[in-house]
């Protein structure tokens, strides 16, 4: 249900004026508030066209305060979208690889064998193999972190190799 024209500024002529009045006062609200980056000069043209398509709800000494108003949403819906592309953008992205279902599957049975193997070991057998192969540590700093002379090292790690390949015949 339409307005009379002089009740809205639906009215082309009238419309003109009331761009060319309040486009550059537009422009420069939201470029003082929210700088270059978000293109203020999009977000004005956005509004009047929301003005436009409005034009027979909005009565002419309303119009200004509806066009600042909607400008403004749109600046802020903006900054808003620009926080949520942010975030994503943070987030760690899963890494696609070109390995089969298949491959994956058999990597992730290995992997719980080598688990179950590794609880298999006795406590010093573990404890000195993974402070070797996980951690990267020398046989010499091992014994002198657990207290053991370097052969007793040695023993452990070979004997914890030994039952590992024992239990997993991938390491064979």
């Given amino acids: 249900m339409s307005q009379p024209i002089k009740d809205n ?3 082309q002529s009238l419309f003109e004026r ?9 422009y420069d609200f939201l470029y003082y508030k929210f ?4 293109n203020p000069e999009d977000k004005v043209q956005e509004a009047f066209i929301k003005v436009w398509q409005n034009c027979s709800k909005i009565t002419p000494d309303k119009a ?13 819906n903006a900054v808003a ?3 949520v592309v942010l975030k994503y953008n943070q987030q ?3 890494i696609s690889t070109n390995e089969s279902p298949e491959f994956v599957l058999q990597e992730k049975e290995y992997h719980e064998k080598l688990q179950r193997a590794l609880a298999n070991l006795t406590e010093p057998q573990r404890v000195a193999f993974l402070m070797n192969r996980v951690e990267g540590k020398r046989f010499k700093e091992i014994a ?6 370097t052969k007793a090292v040695e023993k452990r790690i070979y004997g ?3 039952k590992l390949r024992a239990e997993i015949e991938e390491l064979k």
Avoid: V
Wanted: charged share 25%; proline share 2%.
């Fill in 81 to 83: 979208h620009e926080k």
């Fill in 35 to 38: 700088g270059e980056r978000l």
């Fill in 9 to 11: 500024i639906c009215n």
């Fill in 18 to 26: 009331f761009y060319k009045k309040h486009a550059k006062d537009l």
């Fill in 144 to 149: 002198s972190i657990l207290n053991i002379s």
């Fill in 64 to 76: 200004k305060s509806f066009l600042f108003t909607t400008a403004n949403n749109l600046m802020l």
């Fill in 92 to 94: 760690p992205q899963k």
């Fill in 160 to 162: 914890a190799l030994k």
